[in-house]
């Protein structure tokens, strides 16, 4: 994850350059979009770039800031706040959101950012 107050429109955007993982991310990953009434999913590294590319898209900037890091057992669950910005008249938002990692020794397997933090809370 990028570093704390990252604008993610810069390093996820689609004018971003290429994302380098490190290996960290499993080629197969899966990774999901989780918000109300709307659910999306992809796989690997190239998934998670066209994933949030889409995501991104409406906003002019989209800002993230780390509130908590939660381990259970082989999921990793980052508490965040969003603040963006749209591209359409300007409207800020900020909202409270998680991302939870599920790890296969020390590759990424499976990525969920969930607009819901109850919901990513859960078991």
Known sequence: MPPEGTD???????DAPQIDTG???SGDA??????????RAAEGPEGFR???ADWLEPWE???I???DVI?????????VRLRGVTKRDGVEVEHEAAGVFRFDGDEV????FNLDREDALKD
């Open 8 to 14: 993610l429109t810069d390093v996820f955007g689609a």
């Open 23 to 25: 290996g960290l991310v």
């Open 30 to 39: 899966t990774v999901n979009m989780l918000a109300r009434n709307a659910e």
């Open 50 to 52: 066209e994933i949030w």
């Open 61 to 63: 900037s989209y800002t």
């Open 65 to 67: 800031y780390y509130d």
């Open 71 to 79: 381990e259970r057992g082989d999921r990793v669950i980052m508490l």
């Open 109 to 112: 397997v499976e990525m969920d």
